[in-house]
C-alpha cells in the first residue's frame, strides 16, 4: 500500500466522533443530538429555491436526468457560470474552455491537484484550514508543510512564513480563501505577496473558494486569479454546496488556463467521472437567479452576530467576529483542549461542534461551530444557550474565570 | 506537470470525435448524426422506472435532496445493495463495513487503486478492455502492461501471457468483466487461473463489474471475489449505469474485505467527496425492485441477435454473439482501419460508433457499437440499416468481397 494511505483517520475501525466519516453522525443524529459541525445550509431542514426544484422535478419528469452529461459538464450550466464568474469574481473566461463541472469540490480539489503533485513534491498550506488540505498531498505522494497564521494577525498572511519552508521540492501553495474553519477573508495585501512568492518560485496555486459568496462588513473579496500574472498559474475551485446551500447536488466548478483545463479535460472520465445530470440542470437554474443567495446571508449574518455575542458572555470563551460564511471558530483554550471540550458538549449541551485539531496548527485549544444549520432560528439560538450554560457550568466546575 | 498527465488524448485542443470526451459529441447530436458510441442504455430517450422516479421526486420534495449524504453513502441504499449482492453475486458482506458508494463508477476504478499504486508500480491489464483501464494507472505513476486477449480464444484467459509479463513491480490486476468492448463473460477457469496467479505473486486485484446485469445464453457468471483466497485482495467496482440504465444518477458502489474499506472510508471526502443524495435514494427503489433490469435485458438480447445477423450478413464484416449487455465487437479489418471506417459510418450512415484502438492492444480493425442505445427499437434498427448500405457500398467500392 502506497505511504500516504497508511494511518488514515477516520475509518472504519476508528472510534473518532469526526463529522465526516464513518456512521458516527448518523448515530448521533439517532440518538437525537443537534449538529453543529456539518458546513451544509439549513441542515436538516427541508429548503430549496422553488425554480431550482422545479428545473431538477421537469429533468426527472420529462428529461435527461437517467442519462449522462459529459464529463467535462453541462455546457448550459458552463455558460451560466460564466456569466456569475463576470459579475462576482471579475473574471472573465470562456465557459467552454476554461470551466470543468466536478462532482463537488472536494474531489474537484483532488482532481486540481493530481496534475501536478507526486512523490516528494511539497505543498504549502496556510494552517488551521480545511483538514483535506493537508491529507490530499499525502495521499498523492507528496508532503504538506502547514505555514502557520496568527489569530493576533487576523489569520493574515505572512509571506516570511512562507520564505522560511519553500523549497527546490516546493510546487505548489494550496489557499483556502475565505478560509475554512477561521472563516478570515484574506484581503488584497495578503494575496498580493502571496501572488508575487507564487510568481517568484514558479509555482502552481490552488484556492478553493467554496465560502466566496458570503462576506459581512464590506470586505473586499478578490479572486486571486486576477491578479497579475496569477490567471495562468492558477486553478479556482468553487461549490454551490455553501453559498447556495445545495451540498447534497454535489456541483462543483473548476476555473483555470486553457493550458490547464486541456490536461483536466483528457482525464475527467478517468478522475471524477461525470457529474449527476439532474443537479447540474438545477445548478442552471441556481445561477441564473441568484437572489436567493442574497436571502441566506442576511439569515447569516444576522446569526454571526448573536454567536459572537453568546460565545464572547462565556467566561473563559471568546471569539473574533466572522468575516464570511457560517463558522464560527471559538477560542475554548482556557477551558480545555478541543478534544476534551467538544466531548463535553455531546454529553452536557447535546450539540456536536468540530474539535479543532483536524485543522491543523493553530488548531487545538478551538472549536469550530457550524452556525448555518436549522432553517429556524429558534432551534439554532436554544442549542446555542445549551452550549453557553454547559460552559459557564464547565467554566465554574473548573475555577477558570476566577483565575482567568 | 506529471509524466502521467503529459500527453493526454482527448482535451481541449484535440481534433479527435471521441465519445466521452470535449465537446464532439454535443456538436455531433445538434447535427443530428445517431449516437451509437454511448454506453447508455436508452440514450437519449426518456426512460425511468416509476418507483425510482418517485423516489427522487419525493427526496425533493419532501426530502434531504439539498443535504450532503455521508461521503461513505447512504446506509439504507448499502443494505439493499447487500441483499442484491446475496441474491445475485453471491457474496455474503455486511452492508456497513464492506460497502462504499461512489459518484458513479469511473471515479470508482480510480478511488479502488489509488491506495495501491505509485511511482513504477505496475499494472496487467487484459487487452482489449476499456480505455480508462491503461490510462489510470499512468496517472497515478505506474505503468499499465497490457495482456493481449485473442478473439480466436473468445478472449478468455491465457495465464502464460501473464506470467510472461508479471515482474517485481507488478502490483495489480485490473479486470473487466464482463468486459467492454468485446462483451465477454470470463468463465470459471479463466477467472480461477487469475486467482490462483494473483495470490501467487501477491497482488491486488480491482475488477470492474458494470456490465454484470445482463449476461445471456445462461453462461455462468461468477464474481472473482467469491474464488478461494481472493476475498481479502479483491475490490469490486459495481455501477447501476448500465444494467439498471441510471447513467445521469452517478452512482457507483466499491465492495472489498474491511482492511480495504478502512484506508478507503479514511480518505472518502477527499478522493470522491460525497453522492448525490436523490440519486441515492433513487438507488435505493431500484435495488429493492430489479424487475425492471429483466425487462430491459430481453430488449437487448433481441437487439444483439438482429446486430448479429446485421453485420455477419455484410462482406468483409464479421462479430461473435455478444455475451451480455448491449455492445457489439465488430471485425471491419477487411474494410479499413478503425479509425477511416469510424469516420466513414459518420459521413455517410450519419452514425457515430467507437473506433477500436482506444481499447488497446487488439483494438485496430475494430468498431463498437452500442445497440442499447434509443428506447424505439425502429431508430435503432434504421441506424444499423444505414451502417450496413454504406459498409456493403464500401466493399464495393474496394473491391474487398472479390478477394476476401
Redesign the interface.
Known amino acids: 500500500?502506497?505511504e500516504g494511505?497508511k494511518d488514515?483517520?477516520?475509518?472504519?475501525?476508528?472510534s473518532v466522533h469526526k463529522a465526516?466519516?464513518?456512521?458516527a453522525?448518523?448515530d448521533l443524529m439517532k440518538r437525537g443530538v443537534d449538529l453543529m459541525c456539518?458546513a451544509?445550509?439549513?441542515?436538516?431542514d427541508?429548503?430549496?429555491p422553488q425554480n431550482v426544484?422545479q428545473s431538477?422535478?421537469d429533468s426527472?419528469?420529462?428529461?435527461?436526468?437517467?442519462?449522462?452529461?459529459?464529463?467535462?459538464g453541462n455546457?448550459d450550466l458552463k455558460q451560466a457560470i460564466a456569466v456569475k464568474l463576470k459579475e462576482d469574481n471579475h473574471m472573465n473566461v470562456d465557459p467552454?474552455?476554461n470551466i470543468l463541472i466536478t462532482?463537488?469540490?472536494?474531489?474537484?480539489l483532488?482532481f486540481a491537484m493530481?496534475?501536478?503533485?507526486?512523490?516528494g513534491d511539497e505543498v504549502l498550506i496556510p494552517a488551521p484550514s480545511y483538514p483535506?488540505n493537508f491529507?490530499?498531498p499525502k495521499?498523492l505522494?507528496g508532503i504538506a508543510v502547514p505555514v502557520p497564521l496568527k489569530e493576533e494577525n487576523n489569520y493574515q498572511i505572512e509571506i516570511e512564513e512562507f520564505e522560511k519552508r519553500v523549497s527546490p521540492q516546493t510546487k505548489m501553495v494550496l489557499l483556502t480563501n475565505p478560509n475554512n474553519p477561521t472563516s478570515t477573508v484574506l484581503r488584497r495585501d495578503s494575496l498580493e505577496k502571496i501572488a508575487t512568492f507564487v510568481i517568484e518560485h514558479d509555482l502552481v496555486l490552488v484556492v478553493d473558494q467554496a465560502f466566496e459568496d458570503a462576506i459581512y462588513d464590506d470586505i473586499e473579496f478578490v479572486s486571486i486569479a486576477t491578479l497579475p500574472g496569477m490567471w495562468e498559474r492558477t486553478i479556482s475551485v468553487f461549490s454551490i454546496?455553501k453559498g447556495m446551500?445545495?451540498?447534497?447536488?454535489?456541483v462543483g466548478y473548476l476555473v483555470a488556463d486553457?493550458k490547464i483545463?486541456?490536461?483536466?479535460?483528457?482525464?475527467?472520465?478517468?478522475?471524477?467521472?461525470?457529474?449527476?445530470?439532474?443537479?447540474q440542470i438545477g445548478a442552471i437554474a441556481a445561477m441564473k437567479d441568484r437572489s436567493f443567495v442574497k436571502e441566506y446571508n442576511a439569515i447569516f449574518d444576522r446569526r454571526r452576530k448573536a454567536v459572537y455575542e453568546i460565545m464572547n458572555s462565556i467566561p473563559g470563551v471568546s471569539m473574533a467576529m466572522p468575516e464570511s460564511g457560517f463558522l464560527s471558530w471559538v477560542n475554548i483554550s482556557k477551558l480545555g483542549t478541543s478534544a476534551e471540550i467538544s466531548k463535553y458538549l455531546i454529553d452536557h449541551a447535546n450539540v456536536v461542534v468540530n474539535e479543532g485539531t483536524p485543522y491543523g496548527v493553530g488548531g487545538e485549544g478551538y472549536i469550530r461551530i457550524v452556525h448555518g444549520c436549522y432553517k429556524d432560528d429558534n432551534v439554532l439560538y436554544a442549542a446555542l444557550e445549551r452550549i453557553k450554560q454547559a460552559l459557564i457550568q464547565l467554566d465554574i466546575d473548573k475555577g477558570v474565570a476566577a483565575h482567568g
Chains 1, 2 share one sequence.
Open positions: 500500500m502506497r494511505f488514515l483517520q477516520g475509518g472504519l475501525f476508528a465526516d466519516v464513518g456512521n453522525v448518523s456539518w451544509d445550509p439549513f441542515f436538516p427541508l429548503v430549496i426544484k431538477v422535478i426527472i419528469d420529462k428529461g435527461m436526468a437517467t442519462h449522462y452529461t459529459m464529463p467535462i455546457s467552454d474552455r462532482p463537488g469540490s472536494d474531489s474537484g483532488m493530481m496534475p501536478f503533485i507526486g512523490e483535506s491529507l490530499n495521499l505522494g454546496s446551500g445545495l451540498s447534497g447536488f454535489r486553457d483545463i486541456d490536461v483536466l479535460y483528457g482525464c475527467t472520465v478517468n478522475v471524477i467521472g461525470a457529474t449527476n445530470t439532474s443537479a
